[in-house]
């Protein structure tokens, strides 16, 4: 079946301008999880949504970054007045349920370039 | 909180031989452990998880990893290794029980040489 799926694959934008980046899940999978992966690190936890509401946002690192999930399938991470400190790779992932057995499959990921 | 840390950011080595990566892991509850694979210009790809159970787990491509509760470590071997597993390799630790996020670590680059 189809696997996580999101777009663009890459997006440059310039400072201060916005950007919208798109995250299609597994069909049926409840949970949805945005990751930040910057150069030569790990996988920084965002945002994590079960259905359409956001069970913990703890990880956006400020009021620039919003993500929605408003059918409680496809999610869209919105990034206003970008900065070049936001440039990473932005992963999705989506789990059957959110529990700690169900493990996340991820997507390729969008490549995000602030210049 | 958990945390999770792979010293070795890169380990080289030749094909055919073993190899180990080190994961050790923080948490003051119980935990699920997982082990990811991360090739060039894709996404993670679970290579496998301990939930319960035997100590000793088994994944895709011929790895598999050992959970010690004691020196709170699950590090990832292949007895022989491929120039196809060149990748990069992700440990997480998730608490158990409920909805909790998945912590990762930094991530060691497997250089295989042949």
């Known amino acids: 079946g189809a696997g996580v799926s999101q777009t663009p694959s890459n997006k440059v934008t310039e400072k201060g301008k916005y950007v919208e980046l798109r995250c299609d899940p597994i069909?049926?999978?409840?949970?949805l999880y945005w990751y930040r992966q910057s150069l030569g690190q790990g996988p920084e936890f965002l945002i994590y949504?079960?259905?359409?509401?956001?069970?913990?946002d703890s990880g956006l690192p400020n009021d620039r970054f919003f993500a929605v999930r408003p059918e409680g399938s496809v999610s869209t991470l919105k990034i206003q007045r970008t900065e070049r400190g936001d440039s990473a790779v932005y992963l999705c992932a989506s789990s059957l349920s959110g529990t700690g057995n169900s493990p996340l499959h991820f997507g390729n990921g969008t490549r995000l370039t602030v210049t | 909180a958990q945390s999770v840390t792979q010293l070795d950011s890169q380990v080289p080595v030749f094909e055919e031989a073993p190899v180990e990566l080190r994961c050790n892991y923080s948490s003051s509850v119980s935990v699920y452990l997982f082990w990811y694979v991360q090739y060039p210009n894709q996404g993670l790809q679970l290579l496998l998880k301990?939930?319960?159970?035997?100590?000793l787990v088994k994944g895709i491509n011929g790895f598999e990893a050992e959970f010690n509760k004691s020196q709170t470590s699950f590090h990832l071997r292949k007895p022989s290794v491929h120039i196809s597993d060149t990748a990069e390799y992700f440990c997480?630790?998730?608490?158990?029980?409920?909805?909790?996020?998945?912590?990762f670590g930094r991530g060691t680059s497997l250089i295989v040489h042949p």
């Open positions: 997480a630790v998730r608490r158990s029980g409920g909805s909790y996020i998945p912590t």
């Open positions: 949504f079960q259905g359409t509401g956001a069970a913990d």
């Open positions: 069909s049926g999978h409840t949970a």
């Open positions: 301990y939930l319960s159970g035997s100590t």
